[in-house]
């Protein structure tokens, strides 16, 4: 099993900033090659990719996000960032970090990010 803590989501005006973090812990073998990244989930919306680091080093984004958010992972403390800038109130969500090791998905609480026009 994995576990992963998502922190950094708040309230913010639009054009502005927000980092979230996600912490992965429990059975990892090995943080490098497990997929990594972030969902978001709007009220009345599906679930839809933010970013995602699967194979290789460069992450897939949906298109909502390319060229405003960034994500990136430091290997040594198993934890995965999203940077978001120049946020929009329809970035308004429940973002998800998500982890995939040896064909298991798993989700992190989700931590709520809301941009206030």
């Known amino acids: 099993q994995v576990q992963l803590v998502e922190s950094g989501g708040g309230l913010v005006r639009a054009g502005g900033s927000l980092r979230l973090s996600c912490s992965a812990s429990?059975?990892?073998?090995?943080?490098?090659?497990?997929?990594m990244g972030w969902y978001r989930e709007a009220p009345g919306k599906q679930r839809e990719l933010v970013a995602l680091?699967?194979?290789?080093?460069?992450?897939n984004y949906g298109d909502s996000v390319k060229g405003r958010f960034t994500i990136s992972r430091d290997n040594a403390k198993n934890t995965v960032y999203l940077q978001m800038s120049s946020l929009k109130p329809e970035d308004t969500a429940v973002y998800y970090c998500?982890?995939?090791?040896?064909?298991?998905?798993?989700w992190g609480q989700g931590t709520q990010v809301t941009v206030s026009s």
């Open positions: 998500y982890a995939r090791q040896r064909a298991m998905n798993y």
């Open positions: 429990g059975t990892i073998f090995s943080f490098i090659t497990m997929a």
């Open positions: 680091f699967t194979s290789g080093i460069t992450p």
